[in-house]
């Protein structure tokens, strides 16, 4: 009888931490930086949830961290919550240049009121909090997206 008890509650648990485990997707990112002068921009790739709220840092372009204070609506996001984001950092970006990095989104955020935002900054420059925004439908995934500010465009693919 106790050994039935036992694989139950193994079952159990088994299945409730195979529920908890978020089904994601992986999208190639590529972006194309507009033509303009001077430093290396330091974007922030984030979620934002249906209530216009940072939900997750998904990527940044840039590194060096004492510029994270000059993307300054998400370093009050990420400075409230701070987590180890260095696995999802990579070069910053010039312009002209194009980047292509992997993004992983959780399957539940599609067509749920979510988006990414791309916000950006560069030294002794303008800063754009929503350089561009895709929302995360699945038209909004699988189009062109037009950047505000250094940004030229966004296209994202899913792997």
């Not at 994601?24 to 921009?41: R, V």
């Not at 993307?71 to 240049?97: M, N, Q, R």
């Not at 539940?108 to 754009?128: C, M, P």
Request: charged letters at 25%; aromatic letters at 10%.
């Amino acid at each position: 009888m106790k050994s039935i008890l036992k694989i139950s509650l193994i079952a159990v648990i088994c299945l409730s931490s195979f529920q908890a485990t978020a089904q994601t997707s992986k999208y190639k990112c590529m972006l194309q930086m507009s033509n303009y002068m001077g430093e290396g921009a330091y974007i922030v790739v984030s979620l934002i949830n249906a209530k216009g709220e940072y939900d997750k840092t998904l990527y940044v372009m840039g590194d060096d961290k004492k510029w994270y204070k000059t993307l300054k609506e998400w370093h009050k996001f990420y400075s409230k919550k701070p987590t180890d984001i260095s696995a999802k950092t990579g070069a910053s970006v010039t312009g002209g240049d194009r980047s292509i990095t992997t993004l992983e989104i959780e399957d539940s955020k599609i067509n749920k009121g979510y988006k990414l935002r791309f916000e950006s900054a560069v030294e002794d420059q303008k800063y754009y909090v929503t350089d561009l925004e895709i929302p995360l439908t699945t038209e909004g995934i699988s189009a062109k997206t037009d950047g505000k500010g250094y940004i030229r465009y966004v296209r994202l693919n899913k792997l």
